[in-house]
């Protein structure tokens, strides 16, 4: 199983928004509605931000938002701030019965 | 809150094998599953494979099958894994996380750094 596609980093000044991408298959992304997103300072665990495509934990900003279109999922952090700046990856369920993370994109701020 | 306490740094020879731990709290130990994710040094995330602590059965990454043990104590409410036969290129932080519907990561571990040298 492949890593699915991610840009390798995405910037943008404080206040705008921006649009990370996460492209798949047909036996990961673009059958199952299980896309979640992670966001990862260095040194620090991951936090999830999106589950299930477009849904937000407790606790998580209403900044961040998911979507899906066929085989690509995108994750969107609109008014940036920068406590946003680090790591973002996706991960999706696959026809497998595994899990496959994303490239992962940098997300630098301006 | 949901905590998961992960085992201390480990330095191996290759060859060797590592026996990790997640000790977790603030739920109920069997009602989530458990993953493990590494991240080696300047690279992404990878996930290894998923335990079912009320069953005990494991699902792991193919790149990983053969090598390594998915196990769970549940009077502890402790996971472990240990990956065996190990490479220089296993240097990495190995990561769990705890899952409550079988599709994503709600909370994680901090980690435990394990550094293969000879």
């Known amino acids: 199983q492949s890593a699915l596609t991610q840009p390798a980093s995405v910037s943008g000044s404080p206040g705008q928004s921006i649009t990370i991408s996460c492209t798949g298959t047909?036996?990961?992304?673009?059958?199952?509605?299980?896309v979640s997103w992670y966001q990862h300072h260095p040194g620090k665990a991951p936090q999830l931000m999106i589950y299930?495509?477009?849904n937000r934990p407790s606790g998580v900003s209403n900044r961040f938002s998911g979507s899906k279109s066929g085989n690509t999922a995108s994750l969107t952090i609109s008014g940036l701030q920068a406590e946003d700046e680090a790591d973002y990856y996706c991960?999706?369920?696959?026809?497998?019965?595994?899990?496959?993370f994303g490239t992962g994109t940098k997300v630098t701020v301006l | 809150q949901v905590q998961l306490v992960q085992s201390g740094a480990e330095v191996k020879k290759p060859g060797a094998s590592v026996k990790f731990s997640c000790k977790a709290s603030?739920?109920?130990?069997?009602?989530?599953?458990i993953h493990w994710v590494r991240q080696a040094p300047g690279q992404g995330l990878e996930w290894m494979g998923i335990?079912?602590?009320?069953?005990?059965?494991?699902d792991l990454a193919q790149n990983f099958q053969g090598r390594v043990t998915m196990t769970r104590d549940t009077s502890t409410s402790t996971v472990y894994m240990e990956l065996s036969s190990l490479r220089f290129e296993d240097t990495a932080v190995y990561y769990c996380?705890?899952?409550?519907?079988?599709?994503?990561?709600?909370?994680w571990g901090k980690g435990t750094t394990v550094t293969v040298s000879s």
């Open positions: 996380a705890t899952d409550p519907s079988n599709y994503y990561m709600l909370a």
């Open positions: 603030g739920y109920t130990f069997t009602s989530y599953y």
């Open positions: 335990i079912n602590p009320l069953s005990g059965t494991t």
């Open positions: 047909s036996t990961d992304i673009g059958t199952y509605n299980f």
């Open positions: 299930d495509v477009s």
């Open positions: 991960c999706s369920y696959t026809s497998a019965e595994k899990r496959v």
